[in-house]
């Protein structure tokens, strides 16, 4: 064998070495590989077996309670007009004729408060029409009230939401006088409640529920009308209700047994509040089983009188607490007015109280109303149930 045969050789046994080396190296490989996969799929069983150890925890979501504060405002008598029988030229006619036919000058010193609530409510105690058919009335002594259709304006330019026709006014100018009123609060978008109409409103997404009764008497057919309207109302989804009344004896300070006995009735019947009005002066409030009785708001913006002798009264608030579109409780503020910016005369300009005024008024208030326990002191209240 030559030399140039043996390194042939040589090189082929070298080759064979080469790729059997490879071999072993290509199946080390593969095994190191499989050992990682098994260890890799084993702690993935492990994982699988413990649900605890890779579990998302769901987080708890806590809904905050919605809140929110509707404030009410209740006033007394407002007799936009006067009666033929009484002087022109110092009625309320005359003074606003002689103020350039300002509809916003008679309610300017309160304007302000009844446009900063949620809602307005006040008796209307006179006709607005062009009739000058006066109703009959019994006694020795009786007004019959009427203002032009105009005098609208004078509520819609104060911010006033609702009004109660319910009252002994309303059909001083018969028929005629209280269609003439009634269409003209329509068209006016003023709410009535009173005198078969009841008023629903809703008011930041509650509904509040008015009504208005004249209270003469205690009797059988005017409980099943409460009983009948409350009962309607809370089923349309009235959250709040509140009655106003018109009865009671004039000129005096505490409610007679009949206020008393429909106030309570209305309350024990699902009545949220009572407010009354008539006496012409301001009466006792009372805190009849934690709600809130007012039996008389007196005056406001009153014509039928150019110089009554007590010009006190009031602007009740009510502040509804809500939460989650359901009344949580109830706060309540007398804010001391006079009918008149001036003491010696009516006129007509309805005035927050100060000074000695509105102690006067805060105090005679206390004095009637001992179920308030002194609470009445220009600020919010709340009632205890008693």
Known sequence: MNRRETKIREKIEQRKKYKKKKIHMVNALLIIISILLVGMLSIYLKGTN?????????????????EKEILISFAGDFTLGTDTKLSYDSSLPATFINNGKNYSYFLQNVSEIFSKDDYTLVNLETTFTDSNVKSHKEGAIFFNFKGPKEYVNILT???????????????????????????????????????????????????????????????EDLKAKIVKDINELRNQGAEIVIPYFHWGIEKAYKPCDVQEKLARFSIDNGADAVIGSHPHVIQSIENYRGKLIVYSMGNFCFGGNPNPPDKRTFI?????DIKDNKLNTLEYKI????????????????????????????????????????????????????
């Open 335 to 386: 804010i001391p007015a006079m009918i008149s910016s001036k003491n010696y005369k009516n006129d007509y300009i309805p005035t927050l109280a100060t000074g000695e005024n509105k102690t006067n008024i805060l105090n005679k208030l206390n004095e009637l109303s001992p179920t308030l326990d002194e609470k009445i002191k220009d600020d919010f209240f709340s009632l205890d149930f008693k």
């Open 316 to 320: 009740l608030q009510l502040k509804a």
């Open 157 to 219: 330019s104060a911010s006033i939401d609702g009004v109660t026709i319910a009252n002994n006014h309303i059909y001083d100018y018969g028929n005629q006088g209280i269609n003439d009123t009634i269409n003209i609060l329509k068209e006016n978008n003023i709410d009535i409640c009173g005198e078969g109409y009841k008023i629903l409103k809703n008011i930041k997404g509650i509904k509040f529920g008015f009504l208005g009764y004249t209270g003469w008497e205690f009797s």
């Open 50 to 66: 413990n649900p605890n150890k890779y579990e998302i925890k769901e987080k708890k979501i806590i809904k905050e309670p919605v």
